[in-house]
């Protein structure tokens, strides 16, 4: 089975621009979770969806937002690029029940200059 | 809150030493815990996990964890470190739902030759 799969793997934004970054799950699963990881936050939740519905948000600005479509893959966007944004995002899927883990994709490296 | 501590934030261990990597949560009922591995550059693998049962989980590439409710821990463990195992290590609990990962802050691991 292919793993989780992130596009692009490499950003370089400029402040104030916006930006999408893809997520594609392991087949079956229905569950995409999103992270930020950043050297002085850690790794931070952003939200979780599940059959296309958001279930769960992070304590993240609305600047944040995100979708899943039918297939299951799903996008996050960020609007109004801070350079503190700058991080890698990190998607998970999952079969979406507490009894099923996470696998992780490799990430979207974001930089916002 | 939930949350995890992991206390150390750097450890060095010598090729062929044993390992125990730290970890405590605060959670409210039984807690689903997990171990990631992240080498430089990637997503995050998962190492294994404990949602109910026997207390001593084992996991990929040697490893295990003990699970001790008494001491709100979840201590990861090898016997014998290779220097492929240079890495970061995260401690992860599932939120009420089962949506989100709250991660510690993770430990870094360097093996001395």
């Known amino acids: 089975k292919a793993g989780v799969t992130q596009t692009p793997r490499y950003l370089i934004k400029t402040r104030g621009q916006q930006v999408t970054l893809s997520c594609s799950p392991i087949s079956g699963h229905r569950s995409v979770s999103w992270y930020q990881q950043t050297p002085g936050q850690g790794l931070q939740f952003l939200f979780e969806y599940f059959s296309e519905t958001q279930r769960n948000k992070g304590n993240f600005p609305g600047r944040f937002s995100g979708r899943q479509f039918s297939n299951s893959r799903s996008e996050m966007n960020v609007s109004t690029l801070e350079l503190g944004d700058s991080a890698l995002y990190l998607c998970?899927?999952?079969?979406?029940?507490?009894?099923?883990?996470?696998?992780f994709g490799p990430g979207t490296r974001l930089t916002v200059t | 809150a939930q949350s995890v501590t992991q206390p150390d934030i750097h450890i060095t261990v010598s090729e062929g030493a044993s390992l125990e990597l730290r970890c405590n949560y605060s959670?409210?009922?039984?807690?689903?815990l997990f171990w990631y591995v992240q080498s430089p550059g990637q997503g995050l693998q998962l190492l294994l996990k404990?949602?109910?049962?026997?207390?001593l989980v084992q996991g990929i590439k040697g490893f295990e964890a003990e699970f001790k409710r008494s001491q709100s821990s979840f201590n990861l463990r090898k016997p014998s470190v290779h220097w492929s195992d240079a890495a970061e290590y995260f401690c992860a609990v599932f939120n009420q739902a089962g949506t989100a990962l709250i991660f510690g802050k993770g430990t870094t691991l360097s093996v001395s030759s």
């Open positions: 959670y409210g009922a039984t807690p689903y």
């Open positions: 404990y949602f109910s049962g026997d207390t």
């Open positions: 998970a899927s999952s079969l979406g029940q507490k009894d099923y883990e996470q696998y």
